[in-house]
């Protein structure tokens, strides 16, 4: 049997993983429960190059088990879709929420995104269920009203600009005092190009 070479023996010893600070850092960062970027800016600290530090940062969540790799999150996907109908809200609802309990820290959106990304991944594509938009919601006027009240009299004193704020019905006046202060220099400025344009 052939003796070692003692110049080998020591270098394979002396050979550390180059981003055992950065994962040391990575580890103390998350223990005290830092925000995502302050447990980036500490690995960047310990060594991790701007370059890397994203790859490094979930390659260690994933090993920390705090996240899944893509692969995983495409499994629990597709056990959580099989034999549902995606096309109904019941369906997609029982997708996502399947999602959500098989897989680790993922939230009902990042679920819902998971589900439908899935789905048009598909041959033929699978139309998801998707929520009625709604109108929208209908907004205060007063800053219609106030803004066509000054077009009409650019020279409106403090009460014209009360005077459209008690013109409100009493569910629109909401904070009728922020309302003044806010738009009353806006009248000001109005009042001094009138009377600029006027001379």
Avoid at 40 to 61: D, H, Q, W
Avoid at 66 to 94: H, I, P, Q, R
Avoid at 160 to 172: F, H, S, T, W, Y
Wanted: with cysteine.
């Amino acid at each position: 049997m052939a003796k070692a070479n003692p110049a080998e023996v020591a270098t394979e010893e002396t050979v550390e993983d180059p981003n055992a600070a950065v994962q040391v850092a990575f580890t103390d960062a998350i223990a005290a429960e830092k925000s995502e970027d302050d447990v980036k800016m500490a690995m960047i600290g310990a060594g991790a190059s701007f370059k890397n530090v994203t790859r490094l940062y979930n390659e260690y969540l994933v090993g920390a088990g705090l996240a899944m790799t893509k692969e995983a999150k495409t499994e629990v996907v597709e056990s959580a879709v099989d034999g549902l109908d995606l096309t109904g809200e019941e369906g997609f609802d029982a997708a996502v929420a399947a999602v959500v309990e098989g897989g680790t820290n993922i939230t009902v959106a990042s679920a819902s995104g998971l589900v439908r990304a899935w789905a048009k991944k598909q041959d033929p594509v699978i139309e998801c269920f998707a929520k009625p938009k709604g109108s929208g919601a209908i907004r205060n006027p007063f800053v219609v009203n106030f803004h066509a009240a000054l077009i009409e009299n650019p020279h409106m004193d403090e009460q014209g600009l009360k005077d459209v704020i008690a013109a409100l019905d009493e569910k629109n006046q909401v904070n009728p005092t922020r309302w003044f202060n806010q738009h009353n220099a806006i009248r000001k400025m109005a009042n001094a190009i009138a009377t600029k344009l006027s001379a």
